[in-house]
């Protein structure tokens, strides 16, 4: 008589009890729901880039971070500090404010001509 190996069943239990508390998380509430509506997460990532990694942004996440608006641009900002190690919290809010403003800036200029 074949014998179970109960290794493999203790094994996806523990993982699953330790990945319970991390999901927990991703219960976002209705103010960041309703902002994510609004921007996608291609434009998303751009942000993030530029707050955390300090990469460049582009003109059209520019245009859609405007379009979203500071209060959701904030809501994001914050939801980012709740559920991430970001270091030094004064720095990073400072870039998150500096984009915005850069944003505004492109936004507010006039589009290039593609004629000379």
Excluded: W
């Amino acid at each position: 008589m074949a014998r179970l190996n109960m290794f493999p069943i203790l094994f996806i239990l523990l993982l699953a009890s330790c990945a319970l508390p991390t999901l927990a998380h991703l219960d976002d509430s209705p103010a960041v729901v309703e902002c994510k509506k609004h921007f996608s997460i291609k434009y998303a990532f751009d942000v993030y880039n530029y707050i955390f990694k300090g990469k460049k942004i582009g003109d059209g996440s520019c245009r859609a971070l405007v379009a979203l608006g500071r209060p959701c641009h904030n809501i994001f900002v914050n939801n980012t500090f709740t559920y991430e190690q970001t270091g030094n919290r004064i720095a990073i809010q400072a870039r998150a404010d500096r984009v915005f403003t850069h944003c505004i800036i492109v936004n507010s200029a006039p589009p290039r001509s593609s004629l000379s």
